[in-house]
């Protein structure tokens, strides 16, 4: 949904409104008049005005380009505001005709990009800019640096590389506390309170204890607004109303709903709540409160408003479609959420109708404009000699390649005979390889259909016992593995990893699988399963395969679990909020060492704390930059992630290993297993 754009550019307007009048004392009084003229007019006037500006001298063309690209970015017309930003700072120096124009139109790009999901090209403008606001050490500089740099931060958060982004949100904010801003005037002391909160909302969307962190940081900002001279009155309440919902929204998102709900009783006690304009601000403290009738009563609201306006089915509202369906869902209507998810089906086609014809309706202008230009500088250009000079080189070059192309195909035709013949044995030798290939191919199929067909994929369905997991091998197979019996009352299951990839592993892990259904039907312990499997493996081990293995034993009726880690990765044991690694003895991997004696652990009970179980696959997958997934990230994503069933926790984990890896192969296997006794 649009939503943070529109509050973005509702605050935009407020600040525009709250900015003191005036203009250079070398403008004439009719300049001044002119000036006077542009502010109040809307956005079609102030473009025609700009336009008489600049052709009657009052106005260069960068400054004239620099005030379109802030008009267009208010209208939404982001192509167009590209379109002039760009000029605007290609052109003669902006920043040394008028700085101010030049930090608003980087500004402007930034959040274009922002707006239009363009986050390398977001970072690259943001990147720029900060150089150039670098280089002046006026306080203007010192709050629109803090300003970029918040949202580079808030950009760095999108794409996920979350510790620059936290250096940078932490940069901006202590720029702008060290400027000092309580008793300045409400403009400067605004973008900082402004940058504050935008750093914070996007906090709570990946890291809600950073933003609970930062709230007094927004109080802070708060207070020096308050003790701002000229603050408008409204701006008071409009500011409090701001911090309060804030806080709402964030307490709810971290289930602290006392606290939340104890300022969301004092953001309604604002003006701004009481006059009922306010009414689409609360939508997400809704939402992370679950009160989902108060939600689809802003959903009702704003499709209301659409119908009277006579706006067709747009993308905004087919999001707020989206909304509506999830809290139809959560609500357990699902009549309703089957109607809903129907009209969201029949209009796609024309919400994609609706976005092309608006794309199309703004590169028209944009065409349109481009043309003129073109047309004014063909008008300018001496272009009888230019087309004299490019006739004479264009007629010099035919030659010249007439010339060379007759040399070579004479030297060409000489070794067609030898170089044809070499075609034909190498096409026959082509035909030999692409047959020996797909019949590799075709064999690498079929086991690897074999060796998925050897781990469960079908999980028992038992009260009390909720069981998941996922292989997903690196190659064609693998070598990494799972497994689970129920015998009556108790569980055993298994999760491990085999050295090395490809055939090898997938025949190793064969025999360990073997190995474990043997044993468990026997019904040992877990250490007395890996020392008598270790025993086994290493016999006639020649190649020096292991593998990493961890088993487990639960009784089903008390949740006390038995098991035995054998060089694996420790699981994670806990729920919302509280999981943490299990403290485990490692012992040595299976198949290395002959005779060793393992040593297997207990706990009481793992009643009610999920018990999740995966391959280094997870935390050491790559990105395109080689960062790894890693065990913060991990423990990050599962204290996060609410607990519905382990299905769930396991889609969630592969779907964030995914979106990390981005466009980089995967470099292992990636096998995840999760339960819960209840």
């Not at 290609?90 to 930090?103: Q, R």
């Not at 959420?337 to 199309?360: F, G, M, P, R």
């Amino acid at each position: 949904m649009k939503f943070f754009r529109f509050v973005l550019l509702f605050l935009a307007v407020v600040f525009a409104a709250c900015q003191k009048g005036g203009v250079s004392q070398r403008q004439s009084a009719e300049s001044q008049k002119a000036e006077e003229r542009v502010r109040h007019a809307d956005g079609e006037e102030q473009l025609l005005s700009i336009d008489s500006l600049e052709q009657n001298g009052r106005l260069s063309e960068n400054v004239a380009n620099a005030r379109r690209t802030k008009i267009y970015f208010q209208l939404q017309q982001y192509r167009m505001a590209e379109y002039y930003g760009a000029k605007a700072l290609k052109g003669t120096n902006l920043f040394t005709e008028d700085p101010h124009a030049y930090y608003e139109t980087c500004q402007s790009l930034v959040s274009t990009a922002m707006d239009n999901g363009d986050m390398k090209k977001g970072l690259e403008r943001a990147t720029n800019c900060l150089k150039q606001m670098r280089q002046d050490d006026t306080p203007e500089a010192r709050m629109q640096e803090a300003k970029i740099l918040s949202r580079i931060g808030m950009i760095q958060m999108r794409i996920g590389r979350m510790e620059e982004a936290f250096r940078n949100c932490e940069e901006s904010y202590q720029i702008f506390k060290d400027m000092k801003l309580a008793g300045k005037s409400f403009n400067e002391v605004y973008m900082w309170y402004s940058s504050v909160g935008e750093m914070i909302q996007h906090f709570v969307i990946c890291d809600v204890p950073r933003a609970i962190e930062w709230l007094p940081r927004m109080d802070e900002a708060f207070e020096a607004v308050m003790q701002a001279s000229d603050i408008p009155p409204s701006m008071k309440d409009y500011c409090l109303s701001k911090l309060e919902l804030t806080k709402a929204e964030i307490y709810a998102k971290s289930d602290q709903r006392a606290e939340a709900l104890k300022h969301f009783q004092a953001y309604q006690e604002t003006d701004i709540a009481r006059s009922g304009e306010d009414w689409i601000s609360p939508m997400n403290y809704y939402e992370n409160m679950g009160q989902w009738k108060n939600a689809l009563a802003i959903y009702d609201r704003w499709d209301s408003l659409a119908q009277a306006q006579g706006i067709p089915f747009n993308k905004e509202q087919q999001q707020v479609a989206a909304m509506r369906f999830h809290a139809e869902q959560a609500m357990g209507d699902r009549a309703k959420a089957l109607k809903t998810a129907q009209k969201i089906v029949e209009t796609l086609n024309s919400v994609d109708s609706i976005s092309y014809e608006a794309d199309a309706a703004q590169l028209s202008v944009l065409y349109e404009t481009q043309e003129k230009e073109l047309k004014i500088a063909e008008q300018q250009a001496a272009l009888s000699q230019q087309r004299i000079i490019a006739i004479v080189i264009a007629v010099s070059l035919l030659f010249l390649f007439f010339v060379i192309f007759m040399y070579f195909r004479l030297r060409a035709a000489r070794r067609l005979a030898t170089e044809h013949a070499k075609l034909l044995t190498a096409y026959d030798q082509l035909e030999e390889t692409t047959a020996a290939k797909e019949r590799i191919e075709s064999e690498l199929r079929i086991a690897r259909d074999i060796q998925m067909s050897m781990v469960p994929s079908i999980f028992p369905k038992r009260d009390g016992l909720d069981l998941y997991a996922s292989m997903i091998p690196a190659r064609e197979v693998g070598g990494d593995l799972y497994n689970y019996l129920v015998e009556s009352d108790t569980l055993y299951f298994c999760l491990g990893d085999v050295s090395g990839k490809g055939v090898p592993a997938s025949l190793f892990m064969a025999q360990v699988m073997r190995l474990f259904r043997t044993m468990a039907g026997q019904q040992m312990k877990p250490a007395e399963m890996c020392t008598r499997m270790n025993a086994v493996l290493c016999e006639d081990n020649e190649q020096g395969m292991f593998v990493t293995f961890f088993v487990g034993v639960v009784n089903l009726t008390n949740g006390h679990l038995s098991f035995c880690n054998a060089g694996h990765n420790p699981p994670v044991i806990g729920g919302l909020h509280d999981g943490d690694f299990m403290d485990v003895i490692p012992n040595a991997p299976l198949g290395l060492w002959p005779e060793l004696e393992y040593e297997g652990e207990e706990l009481d009970t793992i009643k009610n704390r999920p018990l999740f179980l995966y391959t280094d696959g997870l935390t050491e997958a790559e990105n395109t930059s080689q960062e790894q997934f890693g065990d913060e990230r991990l423990l990050h994503m599962l204290r996060d992630t609410r607990y519905e069933n382990a299905r769930q926790v396991i889609e969630t984990l592969a779907e964030k290993v995914a979106q990390h890896r981005g466009d980089a192969e995967p470099n292992d296997d990636l096998t995840m297993l999760c339960l819960r006794i209840s």
